[in-house]
């Protein structure tokens, strides 16, 4: 089980859009539609973004997306706030009932 | 919305067995709605899925741990419980413990986590 492919820091500007990819294979993010992405601010617990690839929890804003193409899936974030600067996870089902992270995506506003 | 909360000792010394309880407060244990994770971060480091515990008493585990991660409940008091055995320093981390419900595949709700050093 090999955790999933994030880059290590992708940065914008106030009120643009960024994209945090996440990349697993066809034995996790490819063959099922349960990524996960978790924002998670300096010594708090993670948050949960988006499920089941492109949904959004209650409460989470809609300038949070997700989406999937083939073994890639990838959260964009919208009209970048100061708030949104933390670091972003992506999980994935894998099988057999098991999950696996990504290793993390620090996001900075500028 | 449930609370967790992360509990056990901060320092283990290595080879010895790592215990932490999570402690449901406002829910229930055995709401068959409801699956229960542990996870941890390792410093600066990403997250690491180490297992699930389901309503149904069955029990499935990061395959990376060889086997040393067990993971069980105690209804009665509202727990999760998990064991690690043989630590290393390779297993100081924070650990959190998360809900995971039954009608889609994510952690949603988290404890606030709580930091084990494993050292002698």
């Known amino acids: 089980q090999s955790a999933l492919t994030q880059p290590a820091s992708v940065s914008g500007s106030p009120g643009q859009s960024i994209t945090i990819s996440c990349t697993g294979s066809?034995?996790?993010?490819?063959?099922?539609?349960?990524v996960s992405w978790y924002q998670q601010h300096p010594g708090k617990a993670p948050q949960l973004m988006i499920y089941?690839?492109?949904k959004r929890p209650s409460g989470v804003s809609n300038r949070f997306s997700g989406s999937k193409s083939d073994n890639t899936a990838s959260l964009t974030i919208s009209g970048l706030q100061a708030e949104d600067e933390a670091d972003y996870y992506c999980?994935?089902?894998?099988?057999?009932?098991?999950?696996?992270f990504g290793g993390g995506t620090k996001l900075t506003v500028l | 919305q449930p609370q967790l909360q992360e509990s056990g000792p901060g320092l283990v010394k290595p080879s010895e067995t790592l215990s932490l309880t999570c402690t449901v407060s406002r829910g229930s244990l055995r709401i068959s709605n409801f699956r229960w994770g542990w996870i941890r971060q390792s410093p600066g480091k990403g997250l690491e899925w180490l297992g699930t515990f389901y309503y149904s008493d069955n029990t499935y585990y990061n395959p990376s741990l060889s086997g040393r991660v067990t993971i069980s409940a105690d209804t009665s008091k509202g727990q999760v419980s998990l064991r690690l055995t043989s630590v290393t320093a390779a297993d100081t981390a924070t650990y959190f413990c998360a809900r995971q419900p039954n009608i889609f595949e994510a952690f949603d709700v988290w404890g606030q986590g709580t930091t084990v050093i494993v050292s002698s």
């Open positions: 089941d690839g492109n």
């Open positions: 999980c994935s089902h894998a099988g057999g009932n098991t999950w696996v």
């Open positions: 066809r034995s996790d993010v490819g063959n099922y539609n349960f």
